[in-house]
C-alpha cells in the first residue's frame, strides 16, 4: 500500500508544481500586454493632442484672416487675447478634447507684422485618464506688403515659423 501513495503523492505535488509555474507565466504575459495597452492609448492620446493643439492654429489664421476686428479689443494696451473651444465627435455629444489658442499681438505692428499664436490641445480627461496636452507655437505673418518690395504679400496668413513645443 505505502508503495501505491507514493507515486500519487509524487504526482500530487508535480501537479501542483506546473500550476504554479503556468499561472506565473499567464500573470506575467498579461502584465506586459497591460503595460503594452497603456503605450498604445497614450501614443493616440498625443496624437489627438497634436491635432487638437493644430486645429487651434488652423481656427484662429482663419479668425483672423476672414474678420478684420478679430481678436477684439478692449483697450489699446492689450497684446494677448486667449479662447477655448471644445471639440465634439461627429456624434455632436462626445467631447473630444478642447484647444485653447493666444494670440500675441506685441509684434503685429511694422516692420514686423507678426502675430504669435500659441495653441494647447487637451484630450478629454474622461476618455484618458491620463492628462494628455500638446503645445504649438507659430508665427504668423499679416504684412499686407512684402517686406523691403512694397509688393503685395504673397505669403500673407501664412506661417513663417512653425514649433511643437511637445507635450505638457
Known amino acids: 500500500m505505502p508503495s501505491e501513495r507514493r507515486p500519487r503523492a509524487f504526482m500530487l505535488v508535480l501537479v501542483l508544481l506546473m500550476l504554479v509555474l503556468f499561472l506565473t507565466a499567464g500573470m506575467a504575459f498579461l502584465g ?7 503605450g498604445t492609448t497614450q ?8 491635432e487638437l493643439a493644430e486645429s487651434g492654429l488652423e481656427d484662429a489664421r482663419v479668425k483672423l484672416q476672414k474678420d478684420l476686428l478679430f481678436p477684439p479689443v478692449s483697450s489699446v494696451d492689450q497684446l494677448f487675447y486667449t ?8 456624434d455632436g455629444t462626445t467631447l473630444v478634447g478642447t484647444y485653447s489658442v493666444t494670440i500675441d499681438s506685441r509684434y503685429a505692428d511694422p516692420p514686423r507684422s507678426i502675430l504669435v499664436i500659441t495653441s494647447v490641445g487637451c484630450v478629454n480627461p474622461a476618455r484618458n485618464p491620463v492628462p494628455c496636452m500638446r503645445k504649438i ?6 504684412a499686407i506688403l512684402e517686406r523691403g518690395t512694397g509688393l503685395p504679400n ?7 515659423n512653425y514649433k511643437d513645443e511637445g507635450s505638457l
Request: hydrophobic share 45%.
Open 43 to 50: 501614443v493616440v492620446s498625443a496624437a489627438i493632442a497634436r
Open 154 to 160: 504673397k505669403k500673407l496668413f501664412r506661417y513663417r
Open 137 to 142: 507655437r507659430a508665427e504668423l505673418d499679416i
Open 83 to 90: 479662447y477655448t473651444e471644445k471639440l465634439l465627435a461627429q
Open 32 to 38: 506586459k500586454r497591460v503595460l503594452q495597452y497603456r
